[in-house]
């Protein structure tokens, strides 16, 4: 689903990394590499070759599984391509461009881990938590983070839910927005269950938060600054976290100082919370009396040119290869005495 955002996070780190002097490849996790030297993953890191040709094309948003699958030379169900374990336990680290469940979700972690394979952010477990919004949403009450009102419908069930109308559906375990949708009527929630449940069997009503939003990257545990986005027609969905010009961002928020520090603290407890490392991005909504609310913590935030993380760094004064770099940093930390 969210193979195209992949793709671009994935390009544009490996161009900062090799303006920056990294000997960085581009790998497609699916398609894999059995070109020349294959068989040889240290050679081809010392190479200057043009690796973006290796990797798949950006797409459509709902990309048709059968002309990636074609993709492959062979008809191997592994969701690994060819070489791709060699290449990444070739690697110091591997960056994780990947979005949408199975990047997110802890599987490709967990993976790693077994294959002693170090990559860029939260373990397989807190990426698990992250991922899966049900469980969230019980972490976070748990640990007083501040979210919205919800309802857990699991899967098969019809029920109405009794946070009234309007609310928001979303699948349990879903990325950039997809399979999020706004309910104003019975009706529209009946199809907003039914829609949701393409992508999870489980899903999650939430109280409607109507006002601003928010979202603020926490990076080795310290927040970032807040920076609000205010999509010019609907809500922040796929299209509009992803087509440029969509969304205004504005980066300080214009917040009193005293609203963005608690917010940036909440965020930060939110990361504690899901025992997340490295870094992570908490959105935020915010109502007509100023009270805000966590809405949910993304693992592998995007790195495209209109993501958010990389604006909030800029406000900082670091740069996007930089940035780049400071998340491998902050990586390699998880792995240190071992």
């Known amino acids: 689903m969210e193979r195209d955002v992949s793709l671009a996070t994935g390009s544009m780190v490996y161009n900062a990394l090799r303006e920056k002097g990294h000997q960085a490849i581009l790998i497609d996790v699916y398609c894999g590499y059995d070109g020349e030297d294959a068989d040889c993953p240290e050679r081809l890191f010392e190479s200057a070759r ?78 698990a938590l992250g991922m899966d ?9 748990h640990f007083h983070v501040s979210t919205p009102e919800y309802e857990i419908i699991p899967k098969d069930s019809l029920a109405l839910p009794d946070l009234g109308y309007p609310c928001v559906v979303k699948t349990s375990c879903g990325g950039s927005s997809v399979g999020v949708y706004i309910a104003n009527n019975r009706a529209e929630y009946e199809k907003a269950v039914s ?25 080795d545990g310290e927040a970032y600054p807040v920076i ?14 992803y ?39 908490m959105d935020f909504m915010m109502n007509a009396k100023n009270e805000f609310f966590c809405l949910e913590a993304n693992t592998l935030p995007g790195m495209t040119r209109t993501s958010l993380i990389p604006q909030e760094a800029a406000a900082l004064g670091i740069d996007f290869p930089d940035l780049c770099e ?11 005495g071992r």
Request: charged share 25%; net charge negative.
């Open 228 to 241: 609000e986005i205010a999509p010019i027609q609907g809500f922040y969905d796929y299209k509009n976290k």
């Open 50 to 127: 043009d690796w973006s040709q290796d990797v798949g094309k950006v797409g459509e948003t709902n990309p048709d599984l059968e002309d990636i699958k074609s993709l492959r030379k062979e008809n191997s169900d592994c969701y690994f391509g060819p070489n791709v374990i060699e290449l990444c336990r070739a690697a110091d680290i591997v960056f994780l461009a990947l979005h949408g469940e199975n990047g997110e979700n802890g599987k490709i972690q967990a993976a790693f881990d077994l294959l002693g394979i170090r990559y860029t952010g939260s373990d397989y477990l807190s990426s």
């Open 326 to 336: 400071k998340l491998i940093e902050v990586s390699l930390k998880k792995y240190a």
């Open 195 to 219: 829609d949701a449940r393409q992508y999870d069997a489980d899903i999650v009503v939430e109280e409607y938060i109507k006002g601003r939003e928010f979202s603020i990257a926490v990076v």
């Open 133 to 141: 919004k049900c469980l969230t949403k019980m972490i976070f009450r």
């Open 243 to 281: 087509q440029p010009g969509s969304t205004v961002e504005t980066c300080p928020a214009d917040l009193p100082e005293k609203t963005a520090r608690a917010m940036q603290a909440c965020a930060v407890r939110a990361y504690h919370a899901l025992g997340m490392s490295a870094y992570a991005r």
